[in-house]
Nanobody, 120 residues
Framework: QVQLVESGGGLVQPGGSLRLSCAASGSIFSIDDMGWYRQAPGKQREMVATITSGGSTNYADSVKGRFTISRDNAKNTVYLQMNRLKPEDTADYYC??????????????WGKGTLVTVSP
């Protein structure tokens, strides 16, 4: 069974940094786009950053210049480096990927999320 597991969330002061990781596991044949999404209390889930298998990236305007998404294809892992964090970045952060295993093509897989809290 293919799954995504996030790590790296926690409590950080405004202006601080965190690095999130998300590792895919299972009988993986290939991974297409990977991305990070977030959902703050009382708000809809929103895209934070995405990265294609070739390394092309896309960012929400609210995080451009502060967050960097990257991936290690050999490790089936995607990262989100978050710098200059603000209280409004507080949310549950979810990893997403398009994954094909040896029986199913292009599955839309989500992790369970990791909480990031930005507070003095």
């Amino acid at each position: 069974q293919v799954q995504l597991v996030e790590s790296g969330g926690g409590l950080v002061q405004p202006g601080g940094s965190l690095r999130l990781s998300c590792a895919a596991s299972g009988s993986i044949f290939s991974i297409d786009d990977m991305g990070w999404y977030r959902q703050a209390p009382g708000k809809q889930r929103e895209m934070v950053a995405t990265i294609t298998s070739g390394g092309s990236t896309n960012y929400a305007d609210s995080v451009k210049g502060r967050f960097t998404i990257s991936r290690d294809n050999a490790k089936n892992t995607v990262y989100l480096q978050m710098n200059r964090l603000k209280p409004e970045d507080t949310a549950d952060y979810y990893c997403n990927a398009g994954i094909s295993d040896y029986t199913s093509y292009g599955m839309d897989v989500w992790g369970k999320g990791t909480l990031v809290t930005v507070s003095p």
